[in-house]
């Protein structure tokens, strides 16, 4: 019976492996090329035409800025004593709405305010001065009146007695001396009479004079008494008011913001002493700090909102009234920062100054 060496197979089967193998190679390959169908050719795309509707711009989109500021009045009065003075009452207080006119300090005017008030009601040039115009008056009446009718009459007399003298001479009855001594008693009458009108003319000049720097000093004297009624905020002619008592009121309708604590009953206080200060509550403003990158986004006019820390519920429109273009911090190493200003309405009155808030702005992007 044959044997059989199965580590070793035949070359016969080894050989017959290999075309199985390359016979089925061949048939995949077969199969391949008649199932892929051949790609077709493609012409290349046309060219694209040039649009002929112009791009639409992408919609404007709005964003919010936020800042951190406070509220200010629009501006403030401040009250001095033009004068110094003892003070005698005050009426008003802190946060009190006041109208124009409305007394709030009446004081009394120390012993040296006195003297200079005195000196702008009675002023002694002026007295002088009219004293020098009724003198005037009545040394240029007595020219007029007195001495130029005398001399008017002596002229008359002293021709009148040349003319006799000449009849008499003609007559062989007077000598010829006495008719020299007529002429020359008629010259000194003439020269007499010159004199006065020249002293009449001069006195009128000297008269015309004196009036014009009376009504300069007259003039001046007006000035400084209303500007002395401005200050003191009282009349004084025609006045039953003692002349040391003087007033402040409110220059404006507003609130007082303020009152010093040296303001008191019977403190004296020297002149040009802050005593109060008062604004308008309606409209107010917000000062907000801005960066350099905000402020460039913002417009005068643009629109916002301001919430308060202290009125949480109430929201105020608001709108930028103001941006400057000088920053707060010029240095160099540093961004630049500015301060802009909102305005908006007060009508609640509940918007005090100093107090912080957001503010946000509406801005187109």
């Known amino acids: 019976m044959p ?25 995949s390959i077969a199969l391949l090329v008649v199932t892929h169908k051949p790609k077709k050719a493609e012409s290349s795309p046309p060219p694209v035409k040039a649009a002929i509707v112009p791009q ?21 009065r401040k009250m001095v004593l033009p004068y110094g003075g003892e003070i005698l009452s005050i009426d ?59 001399r008017k009459i002596e002229l008359d007399k002293a021709q009148q007695e040349l003319n006799d003298i ?14 020299k001594t007529g002429e020359r008693q008629l010259e000194v009458a003439q020269k007499q009479l010159l004199e006065i009108k020249e002293s009449i003319k001069q006195a009128e000049e000297s008269l015309t004079r004196t009036q014009e720097d009376l009504k300069f000093v007259e ?8 500007l002395l009624e401005f200050q003191t905020r009282r009349p004084y002619e025609n006045s039953d008011l003692p002349v040391e008592v003087a007033f402040l009121k409110a220059p404006i309708s507003g609130q007082v913001l303020w009152l010093s604590p040296d303001l008191r009953v019977n403190a004296e206080q020297v002149a040009g002493f802050l005593a109060l200060a008062i604004a308008p509550t309606n409209p107010m403003v917000v000062r907000c700090k801005v960066h350099e990158l905000d402020l460039v986004k913002l417009r005068t006019g643009d629109r916002g909102t301001v919430i308060f820390d202290a009125i949480p519920d109430k929201k105020y429109p608001c709108k930028v009234s103001r941006i400057p273009w000088v920053s ?14 909102c305005l908006l309405e007060n009508g609640d009155g509940k918007i005090k100054d100093g107090l912080t808030c957001n503010v946000k702005v509406s801005v187109t992007q």
Do not use: C, W
């Open 328 to 341: 707060r911090n010029p240095a160099l190493e540093v961004p630049a920062d500015y301060e802009i200003e």
């Open 92 to 150: 008003a207080k802190e946060g009190q709405p006041v109208n124009e006119d409305d007394t709030l300090v009446k004081y009394k005017l120390d012993r040296q305010a006195v003297i200079n008030v005195t000196g702008i009601l009675y002023p002694s040039q002026v007295l002088d001065l009219r004293n020098a115009v009724y003198e005037k008056k009545i040394t240029l009446d007595k020219l007029k009146k007195v001495s130029l009718s005398l």
């Open 219 to 226: 003039d001046k004297r007006k000035r400084d008494l209303d």
């Open 56 to 76: 639409i711009a992408d919609a404007k989109s709005e964003a919010e800025i936020i800042f951190r500021g406070k509220s200010f009045s629009v501006f403030q």
């Open 166 to 179: 000449r009849q008499l001479h003609s007559k062989n009855l007077a000598e010829l001396e006495a008719v």
């Open 3 to 27: 044997q059989f060496d199965i580590n070793r197979p035949r070359p016969r089967l080894k050989t017959l492996g290999v075309m199985l193998a390359s016979l089925v190679t061949l048939v």
